[in-house]
């Protein structure tokens, strides 16, 4: 299985702060990583897809870039809302698997 | 709108099965899969398995093999899950999504995730 390692596992900013979260994937897997948001107590929202396409309706200071193994999801202007749970996700293989999660808080 | 409509929540005692349904509405029904996704208590997320809605071919995580079936009735437009023998361990949420499917060889590959259902609790306890 091709195993997804994102971080960090946690981290605190300010309103206003660039933030970014990575994941790195075992192995190749092109450009087919997702990024999703996900607040408590609620479904997970896609935000980016394939590596850097900002899905429909998602803010635009959401953006993604990376292709390979190594790929990078940000954040520019941190809003109160964005406090959730932002995971990633590799679609180049089946078992489909997420990154570990990274909890953001402000 | 697309929207995916799941069951309501079940408690179930180890060694019982449960059946989860997903009823989509808003798109095609067979131009997509349905991906179920698991989250137990404090945890991440942890893909079960996905189904081509518009002829049924399955594919599931090595873990849940022999326990988990998915299935679709496209004349309803729901999906269903079912997962047998049940641990205390299964206890988590079950969501299903709407998936885009992705050409590979003669075949499908799952892809992005973008529309997803509001989640049904499965509580297993004796």
């Known amino acids: 299985d091709i195993q997804m390692t994102q971080s960090p596992s946690s981290l605190s900013a300010s309103v206003g702060d660039r933030v970014t979260i990575t994941c790195q994937a075992s192995?190749?897997?092109?450009?087919?990583v997702h990024w999703y948001q996900q607040k408590v107590g609620k479904a997970p929202k896609l935000l980016i897809y394939?590596?850097?396409i900002l899905e429909t309706g998602a803010p635009s200071r959401f953006s993604g870039s990376g292709s390979g193994t190594d790929f990078t999801f940000t954040i520019n202007s941190l809003q109160p809302e964005d406090v959730a749970t932002y995971y990633c996700?590799?679609?180049?293989?089946?078992?489909?698997?997420f990154g570990q999660g990274t909890r953001l808080e402000i | 709108q697309v929207q995916l409509e799941q069951s309501e929540h079940e408690v179930k005692k180890p060694g019982a099965s449960v059946k989860v349904s997903c009823k989509a509405s808003g798109y095609t029904f067979a131009s997509h899969g349905i991906s179920w996704v698991r989250q137990a208590p404090g945890q991440g997320l942890e893909w079960v398995g996905w189904i081509t809605a518009y002829n049924g071919h399955t594919k599931y995580a090595d873990k849940f093999q022999g326990r988990v079936t998915m299935t679709t009735d496209t004349s309803t437009t729901t999906a269903y899950m079912q997962l047998r023998t049940l641990r205390s361990d299964d206890t988590a949420v079950y969501y299903c999504?709407?998936?885009?499917?992705?050409?590979?060889?003669?075949?499908?590959?799952?892809?992005?995730?973008?529309?997803w259902g509001q989640g049904t609790l499965v509580t297993v306890s004796s």
């Open positions: 996700q590799q679609c180049d293989d089946v078992p489909v698997t």
């Open positions: 394939d590596g850097s």
């Open positions: 192995q190749d897997v092109g450009k087919y």
């Open positions: 999504a709407r998936v885009e499917m992705l050409r590979y060889l003669e075949s499908f590959l799952p892809s992005r995730h973008d529309y």
